[in-house]
């Protein structure tokens, strides 16, 4: 791990963004973060044991069918688990995309830090290359997951906000590259 320094006291709740490109950083986020409420889309709850085992964990629900509606409820639900203590985990990309790509950066997690005034932690790793998206089969290697400092939600700006955490991602994940082409990962 790269940055643990970076992770500010569990005294006060933050937003995680992470890189999304496999299954592994929703298991790996619950050890290195205090309790976390993931954002996450309604349909999630439907699915057979998972599904219900997830409902349990106080995830923030996405229903896609309001549109800008659904902002209203996920800044409650958001409000509501920051006040229990939860750190709140948002997946920028809004789904899991292959390792190597990019893909557009929704602005929810901006605005919701905006809303709830707290500062975003930023996570990028390079897992998607040993658990891929849409693959059974995991690889052996290293994977590498470096956390960013806390970047503020302060002057209310959501894109400038959202560009700057897409930007340290981003850059973080190309500078980690692919475990499987390289025997050492550059260190910070």
């Keep these: 791990m790269i940055g643990g320094e ?3 006291s569990a005294a006060k709740p933050h937003i995680v963004m992470s890189k999304h490109s496999s299954t592994w950083e929703t298991m790996a986020l619950n ?4 309790p976390l409420a993931f954002v996450a889309k309604k349909e999630l709850l439907s699915i057979p044991f998972f599904g219900w085992a997830f409902r349990l964990a106080s995830p923030i629900i996405i229903d896609r069918r309001f549109g800008q509606g659904a902002m209203t409820q996920i800044t409650a639900q958001g409000r509501e688990r920051l006040a229990q203590g939860f750190w709140i985990v948002i997946y920028p990309e809004g789904t899991r995309i292959r390792a190597g790509t990019r893909a557009h950066y929704k602005t929810g997690g901006a605005r919701l830090a905006i809303a709830l005034g707290v500062s975003i932690v930023p996570v990028a790793h390079n897992a998607g290359y040993l658990w891929p998206k849409g693959v059974l089969n995991k690889r052996p290697g290293t994977i590498t997951v470096s956390i960013g400092p806390p970047i503020r ?7 400038r906000l959202m560009n700057e955490v897409e930007s340290w991602i981003e850059n973080e994940v190309a500078r980690l590259g692919n475990p499987l082409e390289q025997s050492a990962v550059p260190r910070a």
């Design 6 to 8: 970076s992770i500010p």
């Design 31 to 34: 050890f290195l973060f205090p």
């Design 153 to 159: 939600a302060a002057n209310g700006d959501m894109q």
